[in-house]
């Protein structure tokens, strides 16, 4: 699977949108782009996956840029709760395993 | 019913003892998984079951025991543990055998090896 890379750390004032990016510069045709998140104390919360378009659901979009190098999930009106670690996963059609980085740790601030 | 739920949410053991972590799912899945989580670090794979049968085995101490009784139901059972594995031990499921699904995660067990 290809790797990501996601800054370590990010803060972002609450009721504005959170962008957090990630870059996968070596991602293949048939590997799709999976965002989870990890609020404290709790197990890893699915958001959205995609693969050459945008997506979104009521939890966030997701920006894949063209050449599909790197993408940016955007929490559009960030809370207090949207405090976590959000991992940015790249995964190949019908792969078992779901391998998670190091993340970006989010904070919103009041 | 969207939950994973894992008993017990925190288990404390000496280096002795034999427990077991137990994990339940009640939304028809096809595939369960143990992740790993030491502090600050993220979620590491242990194993993967499909449909009832070990998939993955990622290379995991055999104090670790794995059993998948029947499809709801995924145990790890803990013998002859060390310190070093005091974790946060994560269950999952997904509907579909490969991770292109969503997987669903439980809030974890806290284990403490003495």
């Known amino acids: 699977d290809a790797k990501t890379t996601q800054p370590p750390s990010m803060d972002c004032a609450e009721g504005r949108a959170a962008n957090l990016p990630c870059n996968h510069s070596?991602?293949?045709?048939?590997?799709?782009v999976y965002w989870y998140r990890q609020i404290h104390s709790q197990g890893p919360q699915y958001i959205i996956h995609?693969?050459?378009n945008n997506e979104t659901n009521e939890m966030a979009s997701l920006i894949i840029t063209e050449d599909r190098k790197s993408s940016t999930l955007i929490l559009p009106h960030a809370t207090l709760r949207d405090t976590a670690v959000y991992y940015c996963?790249?995964?190949?059609?019908?792969?078992?395993?779901?391998?998670f980085g190091q993340g970006t740790r989010l904070t919103i601030n009041p | 019913d969207t939950e994973v739920t894992q008993t017990p949410k925190h288990l404390v053991m000496g280096m002795t003892n034999k427990k077991s972590l137990k994990c339940e799912q009640h939304?028809?899945?096809?595939?369960m998984y143990w992740y790993k989580q030491k502090a600050k670090k993220p979620p590491e794979l242990m194993f993967v079951?499909?449909?009832?049968?070990?998939?993955i085995n990622e290379s995991v101490p055999s104090r670790f025991s794995p059993e998948c009784p029947n499809s709801s139901l995924l145990n790890l059972h803990l013998h002859a543990l060390q310190p070093e594995d005091s974790a946060l031990y994560l269950c999952?499921?997904?509907?579909?055998?490969?991770?292109?699904?969503?997987?669903?995660f439980g809030e974890g067990s806290r284990l403490t090896v003495l």
């Open positions: 939304m028809g899945h096809r595939a």
């Open positions: 999952a499921s997904s509907r579909e055998t490969s991770a292109n699904g969503e997987l669903f």
């Open positions: 079951y499909s449909y009832e049968k070990l998939s």
């Open positions: 996963i790249v995964i190949v059609e019908g792969a078992q395993k779901l391998v």
């Open positions: 070596t991602i293949s045709g048939n590997e799709y």
């Open positions: 995609g693969l050459k």
